[in-house]
């Protein structure tokens, strides 16, 4: 298709999933059906996303890397000591002290390794997530061929990163799944479609827009490609996807009917984020800190243990509101499916 952003023959793209999702197997899957994948450089060190790099070249497949832009400073030391001892009780099953637990609030995510990797190995397309990367990192990128987008979440944001002179944006609704890429993780969450806010930005900007949140199927693709999107990203529909490496709990969750609903939560991490409403949310929601990414520190090594132990109800669960249509089974039918109708 003709998208200004990348090439791909379907106007459908895997959106990256940092904590395991988007592997190489799920982004090579994605393109051998027609569409443009992500990998998730969030979380991981720069030779593990490099490792991810050299297989997809390896296998001459395009695709695009998404980046954490640096978010710290965030929570002082006296409101991390207060969630750190009311989340004593959650480690305690796993011989967790989260009550002792150190402060990591200056963390950036390996994010000048990183960048140094991508213009090094430069690939098609570099996403920004969680803010605005400085113009000398858009310029540097842009320089060696690769095309920046910046993820927002508000008109607002959108006129900045056209102001910074990036290539698109990936437009996200409050129906996304896993956390909000918005600039300004304090400001409250209103619910906005994703339509509407793709038919707001194209109008305000004339930037190619990659449409994310909620999508569950078919008719969600075409009404976002009829607001003004040149591509659909789909998250969640593919989490319990072949291909996709999240946690087997996470997997299972989304298809347990007992869960019946999503909402945004700061209780894991500390910044806005959907997913399936669980007995930790339940518990926390109301007192959780405003403060990544201190608190995804501090709850990280709870997360990871639940999950190994097979309680979803200590593990972030994320999803966007299409989750119930997430089914099994390879990733390339998966977007077959979605492409139905075009
Ligand atoms: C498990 C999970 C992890 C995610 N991780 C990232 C990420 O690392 N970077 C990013 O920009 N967006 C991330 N997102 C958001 C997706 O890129 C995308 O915006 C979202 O999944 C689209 O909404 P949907 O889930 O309703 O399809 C994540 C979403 C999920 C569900």
Redesign the pocket.
């Known amino acids: 298709m003709g998208s200004p952003v990348f090439e791909a023959e379907l106007p459908i793209v895997a959106?990256?999933?940092?904590?395991?999702?988007?592997c190489p197997a799920l982004v090579s899957a994605a393109a051998g059906a027609g569409a443009f994948g992500?990998l998730?450089?969030?979380?991981k060190s720069a030779d593990a996303i490099a490792a991810e790099m050299a297989q997809l070249r390896a296998a001459g497949t395009s695709y695009g890397v998404?980046?954490?832009v640096p978010t710290t400073g965030q929570i002082g030391e006296e409101d991390f000591r207060r969630y750190a001892e009311e989340l004593a009780g959650e480690g305690l099953p796993y011989g967790l002290d989260l009550a002792h637990a150190p402060r990591r609030d200056d963390e950036d995510d390996h994010w000048q390794a990183k960048i140094d990797l991508l213009l090094e190995n430069p690939v098609p397309v570099v996403?920004?997530?969680?803010g605005l990367p400085a113009a000398e990192v858009v310029v540097a990128l842009r320089g060696r061929g690769t095309r920046v987008l910046v993820?927002v979440t508000t008109v607002a944001e959108a006129l900045l990163a056209d102001q910074l002179g990036c290539d698109g944006l990936?437009v996200?609704?409050s129906?996304?799944?896993?956390?909000s890429?918005t600039f300004d993780p304090r400001r409250p969450m209103p619910r906005v479609s994703?339509e509407a806010l793709v038919a707001e930005v194209v109008a305000a900007t004339g930037l190619p827009v990659l449409a994310?949140?909620?999508?569950?199927g078919p008719a969600e693709v075409r009404a976002l490609l009829a607001a003004g999107a040149d591509a659909v990203?789909?998250?969640?529909?593919?989490?319990r996807s072949d291909e996709s490496a999240?946690t087997q709990v996470?997997k299972d969750a989304l298809a347990d009917p007992a869960r019946t609903e999503t909402v945004l939560t700061r209780a894991f991490t500390g910044r806005p984020?959907?997913?399936l409403r669980n007995g930790f949310i339940d518990r926390h929601e109301t007192t959780a800190p405003h403060g990544y990414p201190a608190i995804h520190y501090l709850t990280r090594e709870l997360r990871t243990a639940a999950a190994a132990a097979g309680h979803p109800d200590r593990v972030?669960l994320?999803?966007?509101?299409?989750?119930r249509a997430a089914r099994t089974g390879p990733a390339a039918e998966i977007v077959s499916e979605l492409a139905s109708g075009l």
Do not use: I
Request: aromatic share 12%.
């Open positions: 959106a990256p999933m940092s904590g395991g999702a988007s992500f998730a450089a969030g979380y998404n980046v954490f996403s920004f997530t969680f993820t990936v996200q609704g129906a996304a799944g896993g956390h890429g994703t994310a949140g909620g999508v569950g990203a789909v998250g969640t529909l593919l989490l999240t996470h984020a959907r997913g972030h994320w999803a966007g509101t299409g989750y």
